[in-house]
């Protein structure tokens, strides 16, 4: 390909140059832990579920107990235990983040009282799996 100077003289890119030039345009997300509340412990590791933020208001009122809750414009997101996702197959809307690390920097929406973050997970799954039309894992047809 080549690209036209000010002389009219013509420069090829390559399309690794090309390539590069793209990635460099982009704005450089940087992953992050999402950050417990101060006075908070995490005894069982901390992973996070992450939902298009459309269905959050809808599981809420769903869940016997809510952990900590972080939100943006896109996406909510829920504490869960590390390895939460151990024989659990998530809708596919639906985000795992091992280790809590997101590339987006949400705000807490809300706090639980007590020191540990944690939402429940099979609650958090079968809510999730309610508001979306899936059915669960388990509950699915076995085929012979």
Not at 30 to 50: E, F, H, K, S, Y
Not at 115 to 139: D, E, F, K, Q
């Amino acid at each position: 390909m080549a690209v036209s100077g000010a002389s009219g003289g013509g420069q090829v890119l390559s399309l690794d140059s090309l390539v590069r030039l793209r990635r460099g345009m982009r704005s450089a997300a940087v992953p992050r832990r999402l950050p417990v509340p101060d006075g908070m412990t995490v005894p069982l590791g901390c992973d996070a579920v992450a939902v298009p933020a459309r269905f959050g208001p809808l599981v809420l009122p769903r869940l016997p107990r809510v952990g900590c809750v972080y939100a943006d414009d896109e996406h909510w997101w829920w504490i869960v235990p590390s390895d939460s996702d151990y024989a659990l197959e998530w809708p596919a809307a639906v985000r795992y983040a091992t280790g809590a690390v997101v590339l987006d920097t949400p705000r807490l929406i809300h706090r639980p009282d007590g020191t540990v973050p944690y939402t429940p997970p099979i609650p958090l799954y079968l809510a999730l799996c309610r508001v979306m039309g899936t059915t669960p894992t388990w509950s699915r047809q076995m085929s012979a």
